[in-house]
């Protein structure tokens, strides 16, 4: 329960050291007493008694002490700077179990032990979750604060190198679980550009792949899940990883789509996500290309030194209709030196001065960079719209852009 807090039987003066309680910031501290909270978890009302008369007035005014640790988890609230001291723990109780109780309940609080409540072997216990210890009864008013400002910093920078910690772990995460698109075998080049919507993330609700078929084929997956955010980077993934699976598996273009469907219709967190989706299987022995798309726009198809669009027989977007798939392939020749390049509609949906960009203005752009290779094309082609479109707003939406040559060079 909440106990008020008793005023030092000498109010005029403070036993630890002779000096009276004051207002007392260290040194940078400019609001070290604005919106901090202090509350103390201890079965001993001289802890109180202490601590009460080290802090300067405007903390000493608003210390919350608290018998019990429940009680006082209760009241740490939820902004602002929190620091807890914890001193004498209930009978039968530990003081590992009162920390962990209270990292628990306020992962970002400053935590000081009040020493000579403690064993130095239970202290010791729990050294790696506090922020140190507090001697509240042979402590000058100016040292116990100090105390608590260098428990805030340590606090503080503990939350840096936390946060530091998590993103890399995440970056090698996503980095984990983004495809390696290199084709290392004879035949092919290629060349992408993935850039999420999401700053800082690696990864977003853009997907693609390629995986070498054991005849010698290439087989290409470029998909854009709906909406934005780690789900649809989540759902991304989930959709590539099957289809990598169903590819090694040996299932058919028809195959891989039903389950890409049935999987998003399991895996996604709201009904109304869906995914675009178009596959290709590109044999340079056949010297045939053979596609099939789910939604998502048709692809560049660069031969002979000219740039042209095709656009596949259109099919629904997976998990729109479920079950009502309407997917059919369909098949083009493939000559040497020919290349396809797929992408998302991030990369023709932004505003140009004459409008939207579209897929007519994306042709004209690329028609234009027809003589430059694989790696170089892609490059200038997103330059291209980059600059286009950053004076009304820039590219909005996730782009992914992925290039595939079938003779090697890369070039047209």
């Known amino acids: 329960m909440s106990i008020s807090l008793p005023r030092p039987d000498v109010p005029a003066a403070d036993r630890c050291g002779g000096h009276r309680a004051r207002e007392v910031r260290p040194r940078g501290a400019v609001s070290f007493c604005r919106d901090l909270r202090v509350v103390l978890l201890s079965q001993d009302e001289q802890d109180a008694v202490h601590v009460r008369r080290l802090l300067p007035d405007r903390l000493a005014d608003a210390l919350v002490w608290h018998t019990s640790v429940e009680e006082g988890c209760r009241a740490f609230g939820t902004h602002g700077p929190l620091c807890v001291l914890v001193g004498s723990t209930p009978a039968g109780g530990t003081l590992a179990d009162v920390v962990t109780r209270v990292r628990r309940r306020a992962p970002d609080a400053a935590v000081l032990v009040l020493e000579g409540t403690h064993t130095s072997h239970a202290f010791r216990s729990v050294a790696s979750s506090v922020q140190g210890r507090a001697d509240h009864r042979h402590s000058a008013p100016g040292e116990f604060c100090r105390n608590i400002w260098v428990a805030l910093q340590r606090a503080l920078a503990g939350r840096t190198v936390a946060g530091e910690e998590i993103a890399r772990d995440n970056a090698v995460l996503e980095r984990g679980l983004s495809p390696d698109l290199a084709l290392r075998t004879e035949g092919f080049t290629t060349a992408i550009h993935y850039a999420p919507r999401r700053s800082h993330a690696l990864l977003g609700g853009d997907f693609c792949d390629v995986v070498h078929g054991d005849d010698g084929s290439a087989h290409v997956v470029m998909g854009d899940v709906s909406g934005h955010g780690a789900a649809a980077a989540a759902l991304g993934v989930h959709l590539r990883l099957a289809w990598r699976t169903a590819v090694l598996c040996g299932r058919s273009q028809l195959e891989q789509l039903r389950l890409l469907e049935r999987i998003l219709t399991e895996e996604r967190a709201e009904e109304e996500a869906y995914a675009t989706v178009v596959s290709l299987v590109l044999s340079p022995h056949r010297r045939t290309l053979r596609m099939v798309t789910a939604g998502h726009p048709g692809f560049?198809?660069?031969?002979?030194?000219?740039?042209?669009?095709?656009?596949?027989?259109?099919?629904?977007?997976?998990?729109?209709?479920?079950?009502?798939?309407?997917?059919?392939?369909?098949?083009?020749?493939?000559?040497?030196?020919?290349?396809?390049?797929?992408?998302?509609?991030?990369?023709?949906?932004?505003?140009?001065?004459?409008?939207?960009?579209?897929?007519?203005?994306?042709?004209?752009?690329?028609?234009?960079?027809?003589?430059?290779?694989?790696?170089?094309?892609?490059?200038?082609?997103?330059r291209g719209v980059s600059l286009l479109t950053v004076p009304f707003g820039g590219m909005r939406d996730d782009v992914a852009v992925l290039h595939l040559s079938c003779d090697g060079k890369g070039g047209a």
């Open 300 to 382: 560049l198809y660069r031969h002979g030194g000219e740039v042209r669009w095709v656009e596949p027989p259109p099919g629904l977007p997976l998990g729109l209709f479920p079950g009502q798939g309407d997917w059919c392939e369909s098949e083009m020749a493939l000559l040497d030196g020919d290349g396809v390049v797929l992408f998302t509609d991030g990369l023709y949906e932004g505003r140009t001065a004459g409008g939207r960009l579209g897929e007519e203005g994306l042709l004209r752009l690329a028609s234009g960079l027809a003589h430059l290779e694989a790696q170089p094309f892609v490059d200038a082609l997103v």
